[in-house]
């Protein structure tokens, strides 16, 4: 099971960095995860999108809107696990890394295309 896991800032909030021990904590966790394949990928949205819109046969893409504070998701984690209940365990201790807050967890439904 592959499960996104992100957090959500609102505009002009500013995220407080861990202590030191929570520094060296989210250091370890994240290396060993992904060394063990645990991390799938992570990386950071950008705060524009691109619209492809398809209209009456012609197509067009604007840059923008830009992504709303209150949707700005400033960083991402796919991990694949067993279980729901592993994931959840797995998130709790980046949560602990990372001290105060919420973390989201959402599945990914990876779909099959027959050749």
């Keep these: 099971?592959?499960?996104?896991?992100?957090?959500?800032?609102?505009?002009?909030?500013?995220?407080?960095?861990?202590?030191?021990e929570g520094m060296a904590a989210l250091g370890k966790l994240m290396q060993e995860s992904m060394r063990s394949g645990l991390i799938v990928a992570t990386g950071q949205l950008g705060q524009s999108t691109t619209h492809v819109r398809?209209?009456?046969g012609a197509v067009s893409v604007t840059d923008g809107p830009f992504i709303e504070g209150k949707e700005l998701i400033p960083g991402f984690t796919v991990i694949e696990v067993?279980?729901?209940?592993?994931?959840?365990?797995?998130v709790t201790k980046l949560?602990?890394?990372m001290g105060?807050?919420?973390?989201?967890?959402?599945?990914?439904?990876?779909?099959k295309f027959d050749d």
């Design 1 to 20: 099971m592959q499960f996104f896991v992100y957090f959500t800032m609102t505009e002009g909030q500013r995220m407080s960095p861990p202590n030191p």
């Design 54 to 56: 398809l209209e009456q």
């Design 82 to 90: 067993d279980s729901k209940q592993d994931g959840i365990e797995w």
């Design 95 to 97: 949560r602990r890394c």
């Design 100 to 111: 105060e807050g919420t973390l989201r967890m959402a599945p990914i439904h990876v779909g």
